[in-house]
């Protein structure tokens, strides 16, 4: 958070409250992870929907000062993330840029250009790897044949040390779900 504040402005996950009041639009039922920046300087610019997930690490930037210098203006442009659409860690969404709804973002993506309703993306710059309804049918199929974890197995749910070994265990050639 200290980082961030002295880079010119940009605060981190505690001053959403603030950054609301300021005009940053955002829905119900967001989860914001921690290390997420949000543009402060422009973030009335922001428009996050409904039961977006935003992952650890991401920066939301509405603005683009690599013309200050030169031209005396900064470059500006709204963001929109639609509902239902989860942006992976890391990832960097740059101004002018609207994402869907349904939509999933890649880890260490950079996001570029719009994108369309129910697309995987990924990559720098960000492309469509799949649509969203092809990726969760994939791994929808995955848990009928790989392990599936109930909260019992989760920090929540308290899992025990003996839980943990046998999580590993199950996990050694291949990935697992966890409610
Ligand atoms: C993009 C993503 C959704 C794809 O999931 P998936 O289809 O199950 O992933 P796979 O491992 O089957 O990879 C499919 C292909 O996409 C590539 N790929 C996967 N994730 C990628 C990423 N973040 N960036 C670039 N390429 C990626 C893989 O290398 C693979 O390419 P290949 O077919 O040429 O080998 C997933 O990898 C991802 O990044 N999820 C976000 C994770 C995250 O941010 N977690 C934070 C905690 S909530």
Known sequence: MFRARIIGGMFDVEDIRRLKKRGLV???????????????????????????TIAPGVHIIAHDASTKYHLGYTKIGR????????????SVILPNVRIGR?????????????????????????????TTTNYM????????K???????????????????????????DGIGFIE
């Open 26 to 52: 955002m829905g119900r039922n967001v989860k914001i992870m921690s290390g997420v920046v949000i543009d402060s300087s422009h973030c009335w610019l922001i428009d996050i929907g409904n039961n977006v």
């Open 79 to 90: 963001i929109s993330i639609g509902d239902n659409t989860f942006i992976g860690a890391r």
């Open 102 to 130: 349904n939509v999933v973002v890649g880890a260490g993506s950079v996001v570029t250009r719009n994108i369309p309703d129910g697309m995987v993306v990924a990559g720098n710059p960000a492309s469509v790897v799949t």
């Open 137 to 144: 049918n994939r791994h929808r199929k995955a848990m009928k």
């Open 146 to 172: 790989r392990p599936v974890f109930d909260t019992t197995w989760t920090l929540h749910g308290k899992i025990s040390d003996k839980k943990k070994h046998e999580m590993k265990r199950m996990l050694r």
